[in-house]
């Protein structure tokens, strides 16, 4: 095992050197690409230390120099340290290296013969020697020699010729913002005016034959740079715009400055190859790398531990701009299913931290959804306790005054704090405490006088034993009995363990609407009665709690079920009723009749010190599903006519709203007619949306094979739509299959398990598949080691991020437990673990 070096935030010192200006050239060669490196260093002011040290990994040094003077560096674990002048002085080297064998998408890397880089947070280091670091900014010049096409690199184009490219970029900017793209790559234009006038011209980069997915993107970009002038303010800075899809990258995407690049799942589009829920996504994921110009770019982070500042505002903004594109109801909706199904997991696990964590080994295994989503959550509190204005008063003044800077949450606070004269004390434990609270809600009536009193409490996390209260804005809203609302939604602040609430002048004890519009990340827990959650589904004002009650229902019905009982009633009728609203959104409608997921199930009978089986809870899911399918057996049919998309496709909200209606009827469908309707579907399918919905309820009713031959032949050569196919199998997969469905495709010829993305559609869909991942036998548990094992010298920050698979372990019962740990130490007993890998399976089992 290796030793794990730990960071602390409170070790925070700032570099003793400031940056003035840096030129890079690269000489590309495939396997010897050298990188010519052109520093301005000055004493910084701001610190006493002297300490020339510049981080650098697998760099082979072919010389070095300061002021013009060969010198000999030491070259020490991660970088190198030299003697300097104590006034500025000009550093330069050379260093070689291999963008070919560069297997790990982290610096300078080959994918499909172009050259990229990814340097977010530390790969810089891994293109030449430099203070790698958010806080060390500086103006960048580049040049790039080599004989591709397409020569990029952050900025604006200073000056090209036959085989080079310079480019400059005027804004001072940390190294992991950094970033060159070289490769045989079409350019789909665009261009956009800003609101002082300014032209920018705009292109997606993509691969020769994927020009016809870009339309879609490039008005999604279009679309953001409006918004954020718009709403923000915020105007764009450079020239140029350029955005780059690749198919080989870690992550969903990176907010370079003024070179974007993108995994090419989440920017390339098109009616037959992308679903619905793709169109949305790659809206979001432009939205949000462009927003980050100003919420990142413009001001980044002092250190990494701040990493949230960026990233919790900026997944804050691209939510807003989704909800303003598309409804804001639905977008709440689903972003609640994501945060619940993924960050209260973390929070309640092993892997749980704070939004701002204070120490770290890895830092890539802190690009968390606590950091993001919660990070998120944390803003929207914020909004609630400040306002509207207040938010608005508080933005402004941030970027006026931190503009240009590395900052801290420390300082986003005080803008706040200045902004709006609110002491944010007892607030900022949202950022440093990890947790979930759960709130418990009392309520009584007397005298024509309602009172709720609510009591939070959050039970330990790894570090962290002792959780004070957190100030909880909690949005209320009261029915009368005939489902009028008496109290519009208002904002209870929560701040102490228990508090009450009293509302005064009622004629009859009301019904409470709690947590409209989920505002803020806590667990509610309520006990009230079926008849209540049903009276709420059918009458709440608000679409997020009504689309609560009825989930409530159906995981109190499931978790029953689990035991034994049967579906509820109240639960059918009200899903008929909600599915025959014609008043309601499609959209809406859709997620209405979805139901909690089965790990969902899993975590709420944990807490409730209930051992989950997730066999009962597979069964419980399949019997719910048969009993709404026949409950609204006719309702099916009906939907399926009303809510068809004849014509040309749209991937716009309303269209994909009735399609998901329709999907959700097929579905059901599916259930009771043995999957005819489905089959039909499929052949007459216009488009990916309908296609793949169409083969996933054929592969639930274990049918399917002959349409899973063709739609393979039809798609062999798009590898974006080939992983749907693979993901899709595992994760329709029957509990017994799931494992060996993964198996199978694992030793297909078109496996490329080097690719992040297709790993991700087999391994992705095997541990979040409840039922087939926890399998008794322990298989799941093994299959996925055997290949954490093997990618991990490969690619070990996909290999850290996939064993969060194992997070869930200790919920089960002691065989499982004993397997899964078996599987653990195994994955930590193999030689040569990366930093990444090794540290999650050390903090997995603890
Ligand atoms: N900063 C990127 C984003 O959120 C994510 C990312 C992190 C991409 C690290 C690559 C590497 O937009
Ligand atoms: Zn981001």
Same mark, same amino acid.
């Given at each position: 095992m290796t030793i794990q070096e730990t960071i602390y935030l409170s070790d925070y010192t700032p570099f003793g050197f400031i940056v003035e200006d840096v030129h890079l050239t690269f000489k590309l060669a495939p396997t010897t690409t050298r990188v010519i490196s052109r520093i301005r260093f000055a004493p910084n002011?701001?610190?006493?230390?002297?300490? /020339?040290f510049l981080h650098g990994e697998g760099l082979n040094l072919h010389w070095a120099k300061v002021d013009g003077a060969d010198v000999a560096p030491d070259l020490v674990k991660g970088g190198l340290r030299c003697d300097v002048p104590d006034t500025a002085f000009t550093w330069e080297c050379e260093v070689e290296i291999d963008p070919q064998g560069n %297997?790990?998408? +982290?610096?300078l890397y080959m994918s499909n013969g172009m050259y990229c880089t990814q340097c977010e947070a530390e790969g810089f280091r891994n293109i030449t020697f430099y203070?790698?670091? #958010?806080?060390v900014m500086s103006v960048f010049t580049v040049r790039i020699e080599g004989d591709n096409p397409a020569l990029l690199s952050n900025g604006n184009p200073a000056d090209s010729g036959e085989g080079w490219a310079e480019w400059h970029d005027p804004w001072p900017k940390p190294a992991y913002l950094f970033a060159l793209v070289a490769g045989d790559l079409r350019n789909y234009p665009g261009s956009f005016k800003t609101m002082s006038g300014r032209d920018v011209e705009l292109n997606l980069w993509v691969r020769p034959g994927d020009e016809g997915k870009c339309a879609f993107g490039m008005e999604a970009l279009k679309k953001s740079m409006i918004w954020d002038e718009e709403v923000y303010g915020r105007e764009y800075d450079l020239d140029i715009f350029n955005i780059v899809a690749v198919d080989d990258f870690n992550m969903g995407a990176m907010e370079n400055k003024g070179l974007n690049i993108f995994n090419s799942a989440v920017v390339l589009a098109s009616p037959e190859t992308s679903t619905d829920a793709n169109f949305e996504r790659i809206e979001a994921i432009i939205a949000h790398e462009y927003f980050h110009n100003w919420t990142g770019n413009r001001i980044t982070c002092r250190d990494w531990f701040q990493l949230c500042l960026k990233e919790g505002l900026t997944v804050f903004r691209d939510q807003q701009f989704t909800g303003d594109m598309r409804g804001h109801a639905v977008k709440r909706i689903n972003d609640v299913v994501t945060l619940r199904s993924r960050q209260f997991r973390e929070d309640s696990g092993p892997l749980a931290h704070p939004?701002?964590?204070?120490? /770290?080994? +890895?830092? &890539?295994?802190? =690009?968390t959804v606590t950091v993001y989503e919660k990070g998120a959550e944390v803003i929207n509190i914020l909004k609630h306790l400040v306002g509207d204005d207040g938010y608005k008063k508080a933005l402004d003044l941030y970027f006026d005054r931190h503009d240009g800077d590395a900052a801290t949450i420390e300082d986003w606070l005080q803008v706040f704090e200045d902004a709006t004269g609110r002491d944010l004390t007892q607030f900022k434990r949202w950022y440093t405490d990890a947790g979930t609270p759960h709130v418990k809600v009392a309520d009584s009536f007397d005298n024509g006088i309602y009172t709720l009193t609510f009591t939070q409490e959050t039970a330990p996390t790894p570090g962290q034993d002792d959780k004070p209260a957190r100030v909880i804005p909690i949005a209320v809203g009261l029915l009368d #009995? &005939? @489902?009028? +609302?008496?109290?519009?939604t208002q904002i209870l602040e929560m701040a102490e363990t228990t508090q009450s609430f009293s509302f005064e002048g009622l004629s009859a004890k009301p019904v409470p609407s709690i947590l409209r519009g989920f505002s803020a990340p806590v667990v509610l827990e309520r006990e009230t009665s079926a008849e209540e959650q049903a009276f709420l589904l059918a009458h709440d004002t608000d679409p997020f709690n009504k689309w609560e009650a009825g989930q409530a229902l159906a995981k109190d019905c499931l978790i029953a079920m689990t035991q034994g009982g049967t579906p509820d009633q109240g639960l059918l009728d009200g899903m008929t009723t909600v599915a025959r609203d014609h008043s309601l959104d499609p959209a809406f409608r859709a997620l209405a009749l979805g139901l909690p997921a089965q790990d969902d199930i899993a975590a709420t009978l944990a807490a409730r010190g209930i051992t989950p089986d997730p066999d009962k809870i597979w069964r419980a899911h399949q019997a719910l599903k048969q009993a709404i399918a026949q409950h609204l057996q006719d309702v099916w049919p009906r939907l399926l006519a009303e809510m068809a998309t004849p014509g040309p496709y749209s991937p716009d909200a309303e269209h994909a709203g009735k399609r998901a209606l329709h999907g959700v009827a097929l579905a059901y469908l599916s259930q009771i007619d043995g999957g005819t309707a489905a089959k039909a579907a499929y052949t007459t399918a216009g488009n990916m949306t309908e296609q793949l919905s169409a083969l996933a309820c054929l592969l639930s009713v274990e049918k399917g094979t002959d349409e899973l031959a063709t739609f393979r032949e039809q798609w062999q050569h798009d590898r974006l739509v080939m992983d749907k196919w693979f993901g899709l199998q595992v994760g329709y997969a029957s509990p017994e299959n799931c494992v060996a469905t993964a198996k199978r495709l694992s030793e297909d010829a078109d496996f490329n398990w080097k690719n992040p993305n297709r790993f991700r559609a087999v391994f992705g869909a095997m541990m979040m598949h409840h039922a087939g991942f926890h399998q008794a036998d322990g298989s799941g548990y093994n299959l996925l080691a055997d290949w954490l094992i093997k990618l991990d010298p490969v690619n070990g920050q996909i290999s850290a991020r996939m064993? %969060? @698979? =194992?997070? %869930?372990?200790?919920? =089960?019962?002691a065989d499982r437990q004993a397997k899964a740990r078996a599987a653990l130490k195994r994955i930590n007993g193999a030689p040569d673990l990366s930093r990444n890998l090794g540290e999650m399976v050390t903090r997995i089992l603890k």
């Open positions: 002011p701001d610190s006493s230390s002297r300490d /020339f %297997t790990a998408l +982290e610096g203070p790698d670091r #958010p806080d939004p701002r964590p204070d120490q /770290f080994v +890895e830092i &890539n295994n802190f =690009y #009995p &005939n @489902g009028n +609302e008496v109290l519009p064993s %969060t @698979g =194992y997070e %869930t372990w200790k919920r =089960y019962d």
